[in-house]
């Protein structure tokens, strides 16, 4: 086949799948140096992959807006935004999302190679022209490189996240936290099954203070305040414990990451963009599949305590609670002396 030259790589979310698709991206790019490649994303996800000096443009979904245009029954915004789509012309799509939603996105294009999994969930595989059967088993990472593979194209394992410049400039100038040796904590996550339990967030916080860093500081979404109610009130006491929930975006969260010395997460998306980032990392996971979902090629820095024949389920949050728990505050702080690696 002739070398495409407008090609649409469809990941619209979640914000960690998001920055694990890089490698994708970083994949077409090498085997198609002078082509346009763009890449549809969730409009609010946009600045993980916006920078990224493989990618051509950024064709931004605006999922709330479009489902309350739907919910008022009017069709005018979807049907402008997927004429857009038509309109880019593009000789080829890859669905690495591999559900209906991003199938139904794929065909809309009317591109004649519409490549991704034979078996996407919820029917997505139907609005394809080129479908590839991978085992639900392997790396997440893995599974779209294979599709990527299938089709021709020549594999690049790079995971590599790129901050804005204004980003990074504010990072370079923060008067706190620019000229710092900090640990950054990601304590949060949207499933309760996936939930380090707070009060060891908050003694290992204290323990870093005392093994060389500068600064902690604390990140997460501004309605996950709630979660960090001991660390939060450490941060009151402390002024080396930095709170930033709620005060930063992608953006500059990622420009937070790439400058820290230490991360330790829950399974979560500020975990993959230090594996993006590649920073020292502590990755604390409980009732989820590391060889699946877990920091890619970085399973040496990952605590679990799971028992073998153990279901794995982040749904089931007292599975979850039961297997988070069994992580110690001395084995994070075990980590912590090893430098993170």
């Given at each position: 086949?002739?070398?495409?030259?407008?090609?649409?790589?469809?990941?619209?979310?979640?914000?960690?799948?998001?920055?694990?698709?890089?490698?994708?991206?970083?994949?077409?790019?090498?085997?198609?140096?002078?082509a346009r490649?763009?890449?549809?994303?969730?409009?609010?996800?946009?600045?993980?992959?916006?920078?990224?000096?493989?990618?051509?443009?950024?064709?931004e979904?605006?999922?709330?807006?479009?489902?309350a245009?739907?919910?008022?029954?009017?069709l005018?915004?979807?049907?402008?935004?997927?004429?857009?789509?038509?309109?880019?012309q593009?000789?080829?799509?890859?669905?690495?999302q591999?559900?209906?939603?991003?199938?139904?996105?794929?065909?809309?294009?009317?591109?004649?190679?519409?490549?991704?999994?034979?078996?996407?969930?919820?029917?997505?595989?139907?609005?394809?022209?080129?479908?590839?059967?991978?085992?639900?088993?392997?790396?997440?990472?893995?599974?779209?490189?294979?599709?990527?593979?299938?089709?021709?194209?020549?594999?690049?394992h790079?995971?590599?996240?790129?901050?804005?410049?204004?980003?990074?400039?504010?990072?370079?100038?923060?008067?706190?936290?620019?000229?710092?040796?900090?640990?950054?904590?990601?304590?949060?996550?949207?499933?309760?099954?996936?939930?380090?339990?707070?009060?060891r967030?908050a003694?290992?916080?204290?323990?870093?203070?005392?093994?060389?860093?500068d600064?902690?500081?604390?990140?997460?979404?501004?309605?996950?305040?709630?979660?960090?109610?001991?660390?939060?009130?450490?941060?009151e006491?402390?002024?080396r414990i930095?709170?930033r929930?709620?005060?930063?975006?992608?953006?500059?969260?990622?420009?937070?990451?790439?400058r820290?010395?230490?991360?330790?997460?829950?399974?979560?998306?500020?975990?993959?963009?230090?594996?993006?980032?590649?920073?020292?990392?502590?990755?604390?996971?409980?009732?989820?599949?590391?060889?699946?979902?877990g920091?890619?090629?970085?399973?040496?820095?990952?605590?679990?305590?799971?028992?073998?024949?153990?279901?794995?389920?982040?749904?089931?949050?007292?599975?979850?609670r039961?297997l988070m728990?069994?992580?110690?505050v001395?084995?994070?702080?075990?980590?912590?002396?090893?430098?993170?690696?």
């Open positions: 086949m002739p070398s495409p030259s407008r090609i649409l790589l469809i990941r619209p979310s979640a914000l960690g799948d998001v920055c694990r698709t890089v490698p994708a991206l970083a994949s077409l790019r090498a085997a198609y140096p002078e490649i763009d890449w549809l994303v969730q409009d609010t996800f946009a600045p993980a992959i916006r920078h990224h000096p493989g990618l051509s443009g950024v064709v979904f605006p999922r709330k807006a479009l489902g245009a739907l919910r008022r029954l009017d005018r915004p979807l049907r402008g935004f997927l004429k857009s789509l038509v309109d880019a593009y000789d080829v799509v890859y669905d690495l591999g559900l209906f939603r991003s199938g139904f996105f794929a065909w809309s294009t009317k591109a004649p190679r519409r490549v991704g999994l034979a078996n996407a969930r919820e029917g997505g595989w139907l609005f394809l022209t080129e479908r590839h059967r991978v085992p639900p088993e392997v790396h997440s990472v893995d599974r779209m490189l294979e599709v990527i593979g299938r089709s021709g194209v020549g594999l690049v790079d995971m590599r996240l790129y901050p804005s410049p204004e980003a990074r400039r504010r990072a370079s100038v923060d008067l706190v936290l620019a000229t710092s040796r900090y640990a950054l904590l990601a304590p949060t996550s949207r499933w309760a099954g996936k939930r380090w339990p707070l009060e967030y003694k290992v916080a204290g323990e870093l203070l005392t093994r060389g860093y600064h902690v500081v604390v990140v997460g979404a501004p309605n996950e305040r709630e979660q960090c109610g001991p660390l939060l009130e450490l941060a006491s402390n002024p930095v709170d929930i709620g005060m930063t975006g992608i953006d500059d969260l990622l420009a937070l990451v790439e820290s010395s230490l991360v330790i997460a829950n399974d979560s998306a500020v975990l993959h963009m230090a594996v993006g980032l590649d920073r020292p990392l502590i990755a604390l996971y409980g009732p989820t599949s590391i060889a699946r979902v920091p890619y090629r970085r399973a040496a820095d990952v605590l679990q305590m799971v028992d073998p024949g153990e279901p794995l389920d982040h749904k089931n949050d007292d599975l979850g039961r728990s069994r992580i110690q001395s084995d994070v702080l075990e980590r912590i002396d090893r430098g993170g690696r």
